[in-house]
């Protein structure tokens, strides 16, 4: 109830301009983050290990797709353009979208689908416990409903690192594997752009600085029980936040937006 007494209010306080473009730019960055992976997720339906495990998956894709939804609503009030959250998914070039590298990266092997997911998880868990006290009721609200899924899709993911680095050889050169690509990309999750430098300074959204440590800690328990090392002084990757993908992002949207690119405004 809270949740939608909560969307369907008027946006409130009443913002500048200055800060209404900020939470426009910062909530839309939101919401590409759980679109593309909701729908990186979506691609391991009828091709995951056990029946369970693909079902774990597809959940997970549509709870990161409800959050994607709220976001996206979110920042088509904010923007008063009278766009719609489906405008906003899909009728955007990939220059346009800021969501972490990380989440685009391919589904790769399951090792390499558990690790992006632990790497995303753990920030996106802890995040969204700090992001329920912003003075933003929107923001607020929305962290409040997601954190209970977050919960249990960190959960997930810790027991599937934990079960593959402390399992048999061949999981352990999968897992360590993945780990030494994917790694690279965790750091922007936490790399503030200058959005979000202005959101953290006006006290609307997480200091990440302050976050880091929680993060550092929990992966240290993970990674102790699963007997794997925690990677040192690994240059962060950086750039989709500020629109600057790899190539994976296009071959992403080819797919994603070609329904409503061919047929606009279609309904069914």
Same mark, same amino acid.
């Given at each position: 109830?809270?949740?939608?007494?909560?969307?369907?209010?008027?946006?409130?306080?009443?913002?500048?301009?200055?800060?209404?473009?900020?939470?426009?730019?910062?909530?839309?960055?939101?919401?590409?983050?759980?679109?593309? *992976?909701?729908?990186?997720?979506?691609?391991?339906?009828?091709?995951?290990? /056990?029946?369970?495990?693909?079902?774990?998956?597809?959940?997970?894709?549509?709870?990161?797709?409800? %959050?994607?939804?709220?976001?996206?609503?979110?920042?088509?009030?904010?923007?008063?353009?009278?766009?719609?959250?489906?405008?906003?998914?899909?009728?955007?070039?990939?220059?346009?979208?800021?969501?972490?590298?990380?989440?685009?990266?391919?589904?790769?092997?399951?090792?390499?689908?558990?690790?992006?997911?632990?790497?995303?998880?753990?920030?996106?868990?802890?995040?969204?416990?700090?992001?329920?006290?912003?003075?933003?009721?929107?923001?607020?609200?929305?962290?409040?409903?997601?954190?209970?899924?977050?919960?249990?899709?960190?959960?997930?993911?810790?027991?599937?690192?934990?079960?593959?680095?402390?399992?048999?050889?061949?999981?352990?050169?999968? /897992?360590?594997?993945? /780990?030494?690509?994917?790694?690279?990309?965790?750091?922007?999750?936490?790399?503030?752009?200058?959005?979000?430098?202005?959101?953290?300074?006006?006290?609307?959204?997480?200091?990440?600085?302050?976050?880091?440590?929680? *993060?550092?800690?929990?992966?240290?328990?993970?990674?102790? %029980?699963?007997?794997?090392?925690?990677?040192?002084?690994?240059?962060?990757?950086?750039?989709?936040?500020?629109?600057?993908?790899? %190539?994976?992002?296009?071959?992403? *949207?080819?797919?994603?937006?070609?329904?409503?690119?061919?047929?606009?405004?279609?309904?069914?």
């Amino acid at each position: 109830m809270l949740m939608q007494a909560t969307l369907n209010a008027a946006v409130a306080p009443a913002y500048s301009p200055e800060v209404r473009q900020l939470l426009f730019d910062y909530v839309l960055q939101l919401a590409d983050t759980s679109l593309l *992976l909701g729908h990186r997720l979506s691609e391991w339906c009828g091709h995951g290990p /056990i029946l369970e495990q693909d079902l774990a998956l597809a959940n997970i894709a549509l709870d990161l797709l409800g %959050e994607t939804r709220s976001l996206y609503q979110y920042a088509a009030e904010l923007e008063g353009r009278r766009r719609t959250e489906d405008d906003l998914a899909f009728l955007r070039v990939a220059t346009d979208y800021r969501n972490p590298l990380l989440v685009e990266q391919p589904n790769g092997d399951f090792a390499h689908t558990v690790v992006r997911q632990f790497l995303f998880d753990n920030f996106h868990y802890h995040f969204l416990q700090q992001l329920q006290t912003s003075p933003n009721e929107h923001l607020a609200a929305i962290a409040e409903k997601s954190v209970k899924e977050a919960a249990y899709h960190l959960k997930w993911s810790a027991e599937w690192i934990i079960r593959l680095g402390d399992g048999t050889e061949e999981s352990r050169q999968r /897992i360590d594997k993945a /780990i030494s690509k994917l790694w690279r990309y965790a750091g922007e999750l936490t790399t503030p752009t200058p959005t979000e430098k202005a959101l953290q300074d006006l006290g609307l959204i997480p200091n990440y600085t302050a976050l880091q440590p929680t *993060l550092d800690a929990y992966v240290a328990q993970v990674f102790a %029980e699963a007997t794997l090392p925690v990677p040192q002084q690994i240059a962060v990757q950086l750039g989709g936040k500020q629109g600057r993908h790899s %190539e994976h992002l296009g071959y992403i *949207l080819a797919e994603l937006q070609y329904m409503q690119r061919t047929y606009p405004g279609m309904q069914w």
